[in-house]
Nanobody, 121 residues
């Protein structure tokens, strides 16, 4: 079982920056991918960025060059540094973690409760 604690959302003006954090806790053997998804009103939830166990990042085209994902493996924490924010970045951002519980072979996905990011003047 994995619990995800998110922080860092808020209101920011266009062109501003925010950093989201997500810490995974619970009983698990290992974590593979961690990352961030977002969902805007009336839209499907979409991938923003993922980082693999080995540290390889993947980004949605819409955020490349503006967002940076990173992690602290010792703390089981993933970060999303968001810069040059645009109104279209407004959404609820959800942390995602793919972890293998103790005593299980398969990995299981877990979601955070979401943190609101609003970009508006």
């Amino acid at each position: 079982q994995v619990q995800l604690a998110e922080s860092g959302g808020g209101l920011v003006q266009p062109g501003g920056s925010l950093r989201l954090s997500c810490a995974a806790s619970g009983r698990f053997f290992s974590i593979s991918d961690m990352g961030w998804y977002r969902q805007a009103p009336g839209k499907q939830r979409e991938l923003v960025a993922l980082i693999t166990r080995g540290g390889s990042p993947n980004y949605a085209d819409s955020v490349k060059g503006r967002f940076t994902i990173s992690k602290d493996g010792a703390k089981n924490t993933v970060y999303l540094q968001m810069s040059s924010l645009k109104p279209e970045d407004t959404a609820v951002y959800y942390c995602y973690c793919n972890a293998r519980p103790f005593g299980r072979y398969d990995y299981e996905g877990s979601w955070g409760q979401g943190t609101q990011v609003t970009v508006s003047s």
